[in-house]
């Protein structure tokens, strides 16, 4: 009876023991769970063990993001390491700044290459003004060494525009940490604000982040959904730069914006994200059954009537939206209330569709007076 005894502990100890060799070696190859994603495309983060993160950012790039005192987990040794939460950042968009208001950390910006004068963003005004925060130069002539002197736990940029590949190249030559937030490529509007995900990885941020998000998400289905059967405003959207004549393609986040909001986007046979350049010639002629058109420029840079319009682009004085009055223009702080959503959408539904939203106020779009 003790022999049997004796062989029955040892094969329950056995057991056991290759109980706990597979517990470890399940726990050891566990996949890593990946955020999900609504709408956004250009980004992906996964969570590792040891509390860190493989993002891989819109360039495609993939960097760690570790516990600060914390070491990367095996087998991910040789990609570039961020320490978080971040403290020091740069940010080379202005959209990145607004995405970094609802997290409550504009107050880790460093460096900037947006000036004083072209900020709207009270906290980064002040920062810039105060010497907290660097004024670096624009994107396509930064000051590289000013950038170092900073020592930043990461520079947030974008690419496939503006010399942003470039500034990205030079920074990660410099072994500085890059990470690219392309949340202009983006075909959803909500799948732009999502990039809020991105940027709050590198701060421990991401139930504040998902709180924000679905809330904003909440509001913009239930007006979308409101404009989901109206007759639709016949809509075009355009920026004249240095001559050239430039709208959004058709499955960019502007396209759909409008949309949502209730129009008809004239020129959504243009394909891909971003924007397309085209002659004034064309232009013209695709616009000429606009009923509104927004005029991606601000009073700030000069478009303060439809009189600075035809300064630009004088063919288009006959333009029957032109003549009707019915031209928009950007808020100055348009390109910095990427977290203002749903009040861009209220605005322009509501000049959209004027009837059904009597009284309001538009805040991000601005009414051009004829001269």
């Given at each position: ?8 502990v ?54 760690l993001l ?21 403290k ?11 995405l ?27 920062g810039?003004?105060?010497g907290?925060i ?11 060494e ?18 942003g ?8 030559e ?12 983006e ?37 979308a959904?409101?404009l ?14 240095g001559g ?49 058109m ?24 006959d333009l029957?939206?032109i ?9 100055p702080?348009?390109w ?25 106020e ?10």
């Open positions: 009876m003790r022999r049997y005894l004796s062989v029955l040892v094969v329950l100890l056995l057991a056991l023991l290759a109980g706990c060799r597979t517990s470890t070696s399940t726990a050891e190859k566990a996949p890593a769970r990946e955020l999900k994603l609504a709408y956004a495309k250009g980004f992906q983060i996964e969570y590792l063990e040891k509390g860190c993160k493989l993002v891989t950012d819109g360039d495609g790039k993939k960097l570790c516990p600060r005192g914390g070491k990367p987990p095996a087998g991910y040794e040789n990609l570039p390491v961020v320490y978080t939460p971040v020091r950042v740069v940010v080379l968009s202005t959209t990145q700044a607004a970094l208001k609802p997290l409550g950390e504009l107050g880790s910006i460093v460096g900037v290459s947006t000036p004083a004068k072209d900020w709207y963003i009270p906290e980064v005004k002040r810039i003004e105060e907290r660097a004024y670096l130069g624009k994107l396509e002539a930064l000051d590289y000013k950038i170092l002197a900073l020592k930043p736990d990461v520079v947030f940029t974008f690419t496939k525009a503006m010399g590949d470039q500034a990205a190249a030079r920074l990660r410099l072994g500085v940490p890059v990470a690219v937030d392309n949340e202009w490529l075909e959803n509007p909500l799948g732009r604000l999502e990039w809020v995900k991105f940027l709050a990885a590198f701060y421990d941020k991401e139930k504040e982040a998902e709180s924000f998000f679905a809330q904003t998400e909440k509001k913009v289905q239930e007006l959904d409101k989901k059967n109206v007759p639709r405003t016949k809509v075009v959207w355009v920026s004249v730069w050239k004549v430039y709208v959004p393609r058709g499955n960019s986040y502007t396209a759909q914006l409008i949309a949502m909001a209730g129009g008809d986007y004239l020129m959504k046979n243009l394909e891909g994200v971003g924007s397309a350049q085209i002659t004034p010639e064309e232009f013209y002629r695709q616009a000429r059954e606009a009923e509104v927004i005029y991606a420029s601000s009073p700030n840079y000069g478009t303060k009537s439809v009189k600075d319009v035809l300064k630009q682009a004088p063919l288009w004085k029957p939206v003549q009707q009055g019915r031209v928009y223009c950007l808020a702080d348009y910095q209330s990427l977290d203002e959503l749903t009040q861009q959408l209220q605005d322009l539904a509501a000049i959209f569709h004027p009837d059904m939203f009597p009284g309001h538009s805040k991000q779009f601005l009414k051009l007076p004829k001269e």
